[in-house]
Nanobody, 134 residues
């Protein structure tokens, strides 16, 4: 059974940084993607969460939403099965619950936009809260 566990949320002032971690276990795919999403509207179901960043492994290709390009980074440590999202120059509107998700079989034809669509991801973590104070 695939499990996804996030950590690293917290409270930071405007302009500050946070690093979120996502540890994935129990997976067997040798070509997969890990995405970071934010909750967005409070009652939105998982498949409607907002894409922030994603990384395809083992290729290392990365994908970012326009709102975070240049401020966020995503990386992986295969020895720990952990993916990191570095969030820099945070703004109050970045306050949200952030979720990590596993996509077991990204299609060869999948374009850039697909990696930020919540509905294609198979397994979700419980989320971690990031709060940016003004």
């Amino acid at each position: 059974e695939v499990q996804v566990v996030e950590s690293g949320g917290g409270v930071v002032q405007t302009g500050g940084s946070l690093r979120l971690s996502c540890t994935v276990s129990g997976f067997t795919s040798d070509d997969y993607a890990i995405g970071w999403f934010r909750q967005g509207p409070r009652q939105a179901p998982a498949h409607k969460r907002l894409g922030v960043a994603s990384i395809r492994l083992p290729s290392g290709s990365t994908y970012f939403s326009d709102s975070v390009k240049g401020r966020f980074a995503i990386s992986s440590d295969h020895t720990k099965n952990t993916i990191y999202q570095e969030m820099n120059n945070l703004r109050p509107e970045g306050t949200d619950s952030y979720y990590c998700a596993y996509w077991s079989s990204p299609e060869r034809w999948a374009g850039t936009d697909w990696y930020l669509i919540a509905g294609v991801y198979d397994v979700w973590g419980q989320g971690t809260q990031a709060t940016v104070s003004s």
